[in-house]
């Protein structure tokens, strides 16, 4: 079985990243063949600074590799640098309808909240398309919001199968739905977009700002407040703080007499300690660039292997070759 995802490198990585896309791949690298890489042709869509994509690039190496990515399980590398997959982007877009692109939300979702928006952002299901056949991918771990650039995927390979005979492995989306959409500090989707985001390896003083700036109902630490569910603080707990202690919290709100301030106060704490581990190895990256970019270089050149093989029977069943 082999696993395929990607991330882009357009900001700061945040806790939407994280328990979207990069704890379940992470989980994964036992399962199978893991093929993860830096989408840094994608960012080209949203981030028009050439040298801020060169460090927020280096940045998710670093993140993902702290928080667990190990090398000797998983092929890691930057996108760009298997420049196959914008040739197979352009054999795939000459079989894809508009129709199918215009149904799109991410297109649809930045377009109608006034966001600028481009030709790549409008043909991003087709390079993600690529990203994902040109590795024979079988199972791909997304977020929801990403689930149905999947679904184009099997329909534009489907689409090539059938005009040019078998080609591409048929993939499949693997979500968890528990974790797969993370509320943002706003309660909208949690996105560097929205400006909304709780970042995975911010300073201490400014994130513990962000979190205890959570906008709450008027209620008084006394009130009893049944709909704990709805509490936006009690939903990020839950992701970082232990089953019972989330539990904990959330009746002590249900009872009355424990604040706002202080459940905000708990969220900080446990968010904090999650990440210590990972922090600490993050730091230790840093010191060794040198290391991190034989990662990416080492991945690159396995990834390239497969692609340019993939590419090829691509060429000769569509007649380029």
């Given at each position: 079985m082999r696993i395929l995802s990607g991330i882009q490198p357009s900001g700061t990585l945040h806790l939407g990243n994280y328990f979207g896309m990069m704890q379940p791949a992470i989980a994964l690298q036992d399962k199978g063949e893991a093929f993860y890489f830096i989408a840094d042709y994608h960012s080209m869509t949203s981030l028009f600074d050439a040298e801020q994509r060169r460090k927020n690039s280096l940045d998710v190496a670093l993140d993902f590799l702290a928080c667990g990515l190990d090398p000797q399980k998983s092929v890691f590398f930057r996108q760009s640098d298997v420049p196959e997959v914008t040739?197979?982007?352009?054999i795939l877009s000459t079989l894809t309808p508009m129709s199918l692109l215009e149904k799109c939300h991410s297109f649809k979702d930045k377009s109608a909240k006034g966001l600028p928006v481009n030709?790549?952002?409008f043909a991003y299901p087709v390079l993600m398309a690529a990203d994902?056949?040109?590795y024979d991918s079988n199972i791909v771990p997304v977020g929801q919001d990403q689930k149905q650039h999947v679904e184009v995927t099997r329909d534009i390979a489907i689409k090539f199968n059938e005009q040019y005979g078998e080609t591409f492995v048929i993939p499949e989306p693997q979500i968890r739905g528990e974790t797969a959409k993370v509320p943002g500090l706003d309660g909208e989707k949690m996105s560097k977009s929205y400006g909304n985001t709780l970042e995975i390896f911010g300073e201490e003083k400014p994130l513990r700002k962000k979190v205890m700036g959570i906008k709450m109902d008027s209620r008084t630490p006394e009130e009893p407040k049944p709909d704990v569910d709805q509490n936006l603080a009690i939903q990020l707990l839950k992701l970082v703080a232990p089953t019972e202690t989330a539990r904990e919290f959330e009746n002590r709100l249900r009872a009355g007499g424990f604040?706002?301030?202080?459940?905000?106060?708990g969220l900080f704490e446990h968010y904090w300690n999650f990440f210590a581990d990972a922090r600490a190895k993050r730091a230790e990256l840093?010191?060794?660039l040198d290391y991190v970019n034989r990662v990416l270089a080492d991945g690159a050149s396995k990834a390239r292997t497969l692609a340019q093989t993939v590419l090829k029977r691509a060429r000769l069943a569509s007649g380029l070759e």
């Open positions: 040739e197979l982007a352009w030709h790549g952002l994902i056949l040109i604040g706002y301030g202080d459940l905000k106060k840093a010191a060794n």
